[in-house]
């Protein structure tokens, strides 16, 4: 049987939907994710031509309710039977989406969403472990060396995974121009991270006054030796994370189990608490697709008040 295809008509939603998925593109989405989202917003633009509400800006806080009911009772046309809440719950996250942008680009006042309650299912996904922000500061207290105060520094301070960080060479970091640059990360994607003053400090103070220590060989380009000169590996790093840990005596981050990861999961989930844009800690931790970085929203943890330095 061919499949009934949802037609629009209405010039002003077919360029609303071109621009939400212009929108949704450059935030990142998976081309799955955009095209479900591009698909529940025709299908709730399609019903608002059907149902004779030609403009948006006109849409209610009712209508979307009704709009809401609709979806509970419509069947699902690949599959027979009601829409699952799940189901319906995307569709609502991706209306939610549309008013949102119309709502930042001025084109409506108030968001006839925004009171809006509706299932809304999680997903279940593996807990990650994350370290309160008293617990990092006591992982830098307890470094013993400028090496090991470096390690925190770029896996929690620039939220490099294991392989980015020993992978860091010293002409991948910019000191004058603050920044360090990830030249392969995950997929061979390269992006460039801002030094706060504090990283960019600890990372001088060593490669100044440590590094040297460990070689006096000026064509080793890792930034991380060993004791041998050569390049740290991600076993001995996680290794003088593990001794880090001990020296705290905190008995909570024992349990934890910490790895060079967490301290990953962890910037990342103080940065949203903060209050920075989901798309924003995307491109900091160089996920290609916004759904991964938005699993860090889903962990509860108390507002917090500052960021290390």
């Known amino acids: 049987m061919k499949k009934r295809q949802i037609t629009l008509t ?8 071109r621009e939400y998925n212009t929108h949704v593109n450059i935030l990142g989405y998976s081309d799955n994710g955009s095209r479900i989202k591009y698909s529940n917003a025709l299908e709730f633009l399609t019903w608002l031509e059907v149902n004779d509400i030609p403009e ?48 930042s680009r001025g084109e409506i006042i108030k968001n006839p969403m925004s009171i809006i309650k509706y299932s809304n ?23 013993e060396t400028l090496q090991e105060r470096v390690i925190l520094s770029i896996a929690y301070g620039c939220g ?56 006096t060989d000026n064509k080793e380009k890792a930034l991380l030796l060993n004791i041998k000169g050569v390049r740290l590996r991600k076993y001995t790093c996680r290794k003088i994370l593990t001794k880090i840990i001990e020296r705290t005596g905190n008995e909570t981050i024992k349990r934890k189990k910490i790895a060079i990861h967490n301290l990953r999961h962890s910037i990342a989930t103080h940065l949203l608490e903060q209050g920075v844009p989901v798309e924003h800690v995307r491109t900091f931790l160089g996920h290609s697709q916004l759904e991964t970085t938005e699993i860090y929203t889903r962990v509860n943890q108390k507002q917090l008040r500052e960021l290390i330095s």
């Open 10 to 17: 209405n010039p002003a939603y077919m360029q609303l939907l």
């Open 56 to 103: 948006i800006k006109k849409v209610t806080t009712a209508q979307i309710k009704t709009y809401y009911e609709h979806l509970k009772s419509r069947p699902h046309k690949k599959q027979g039977g009601i829409l699952s809440i799940n189901t319906i719950s995307h569709h609502m996250q991706s209306l939610r989406q549309l008013f949102s942008m119309l709502q």
């Open 121 to 143: 299912p999680q997903k279940k996904i593996s807990p990650r472990i994350i370290l309160s922000i008293a617990e990092i500061k006591q992982l830098y207290h307890a470094s």
């Open 160 to 215: 490099l995974r294991a392989m980015e960080l020993v992978a860091v060479n010293t002409n991948d970091i910019l000191l004058n121009a603050g920044i360090i640059i990830v030249p392969k990360g995950k997929g061979n994607k390269r992006r460039v991270i801002p030094l706060s003053n504090q990283v960019r400090q600890d990372i001088e103070n060593y490669i100044n006054n440590e590094r040297p220590l460990y070689t």
